[in-house]
Nanobody, 115 residues
Framework: QVQLVESGGGLVHTGGSLRLSCTAS????????MGWYRQAPGKQRELVAT???????NYADSVKGRFTISRDIATNTVYLQMNNLKPEDTAVYYC?????????WGQGTQVTVFS
């Protein structure tokens, strides 16, 4: 069983920055994929960024050049550095872990960007 604890959401002005973090705990060995998704009101959950244990990364087109995903393998923590935030980035952000073909989700953290 994998438990995910997220932190780092909040309110920020357009152009500002936030850093999200998510730590996985439990009996864990070598998490293959960690990532972030988001869900805005009235919209479907969408991929933001993912990273693999080998260091490969994948980003949604809408965040490329502004967001950076990184991970600390030793602590099973994944980060999302979000720069130049826009109002359309407002959403609940969810940490995701793929472990032994099972998807695990964090509780979500609200990010609100105001103009």
């Amino acid at each position: 069983q994998v438990q995910l604890v997220e932190s780092g959401g909040g309110l920020v002005h357009t152009g500002g920055s936030l850093r999200l973090s998510c730590t996985a705990s439990g009996t864990i060995f070598n998490i293959a994929h960690m990532g972030w998704y988001r869900q805005a009101p009235g919209k479907q959950r969408e991929l933001v960024a993912t990273t693999t244990v080998g260091g490969s990364t994948n980003y949604a087109d809408s965040v490329k050049g502004r967001f950076t995903i990184s991970r600390d393998i030793a602590t099973n923590t994944v980060y999302l550095q979000m720069n130049n935030l826009k109002p359309e980035d407002t959403a609940v952000y969810y940490c995701n872990v793929l472990y032994w073909q099972q998807n695990y989700w964090g509780q979500g953290t609200q990010v609100t960007v105001f103009s």
